[in-house]
């Protein structure tokens, strides 16, 4: 299993219940899932497949003391955590979690400089090998961050890992500016709205059948908040809660009698999304 650099290799949900977070997944996104766990730390590892995509964990009791609720992290792989670390610091990010070995490898959680957390990873042990179609169920497919300033989020992750705008010659004023890593298209990043209380990345997993998935959403416990909307490719998306209230998003197709149907209205938001907040800073503790 390979985690190329400059690549998200790895994801992690941390939440506040294991095993109600273990069976909501399993059936939305259709996942396996394995035991991983250590004698210090209660670990398991969703799969799409035989092979790993994610891991499950508890939030720990310091992080959830500093107001950090539960979420997912989605970790970028480096050659090295120490040297990419100290370099946030130097851009204006902030390092939250410094560079330590854990269950999945050399790790640091950090912060671009407008806030938004996610991870640094090298020597990652479960890895996933990247899909032949990045549409693949059970990966996750898109990688969106909702920051305070994007053409400043993308100055600081250009610098940090290289990441570029994938399309030189799109319409500058277009909401979503997709960008790319090693040549690829990964995600996009957009200046968030002002109803939405902080900057974050959010993670889209893929699904056969975006209907059934949100039907399955609603009957374990979350919450749509937002879809479903008609993106490129004619695949369909929805903004979700699940049940101990950490923020995803699922993509996928809708069958042909779906389609005919009115969408989804947008769901209001309010500055605190129903009661969510992605306010408190992360912190988990060395897991090695």
């Known amino acids: 299993m390979v985690c190329y650099p400059g690549r998200f290799g790895w994801y992690e949900l941390l939440t506040t219940d294991m095993a109600a977070a273990k069976a909501f ?44 609720t539960p979420r997912w992290v989605g970790y970028v792989g480096v050659d090295d955590v120490d040297a990419a670390a100290n370099r946030i610091k130097h851009l204006g990010g902030a390092v939250y979690v410094p ?3 854990s269950n ?31 549409a693949e169920p ?4 898109w990688h969106e961050l909702l920051a305070a ?3 400043q989020a993308l100055d600081f992750y250009g610098q940090l890992f290289g990441w570029r705008r994938a399309d030189a010659d799109s319409d500058p004023t277009d909401w979503n500016m997709a960008f790319e890593a090693g040549g690829q298209t990964i995600g ?16 889209y997993f893929n699904v056969r059948d975006i209907d059934l998935a949100v039907e399955r959403v609603k009957a374990g416990g979350g919450e749509l908040f937002e879809g479903p909307f008609e993106a490129p490719g004619k ?8 049940p101990q209230r950490a923020i995803f998003a699922l993509q996928g197709k809708r069958s042909p009698d779906r389609i005919g149907r009115a969408s989804g209205s947008e769901v209001g938001w309010s500055t605190e999304w129903s009661g969510i907040s992605s306010r408190g800073r992360l912190i988990t503790r060395p897991r090695g």
């Open 235 to 242: 695949s369909w998306i929805v903004r979700c809660i699940d």
């Open 138 to 141: 059970g990966h996750v497919g």
């Open 25 to 68: 997944y399993s059936s939305v996104a259709g996942w396996g899932a394995q035991d991983a766990s250590t004698p210090d730390l209660a670990y398991s590892l969703f799969t799409a497949g035989n092979a790993p995509v994610c891991g499950l964990m508890d939030l720990p009791q310091e992080a959830r003391k500093m107001g950090a």
């Open 188 to 203: 996009s990043m957009c200046t968030k709205r002002a109803i939405e209380a902080v900057p974050f990345w959010l993670y």
């Open 99 to 101: 560079p330590t070995n």
């Open 149 to 151: 300033d994007r053409e």
């Open 104 to 134: 999945i490898g050399r790790i640091s959680i950090v912060a671009d400089r407008q806030s938004a957390t996610f991870a640094l990873v090298t020597g990652l042990k479960p890895g996933q090998q990247p899909p032949d179609d990045p």
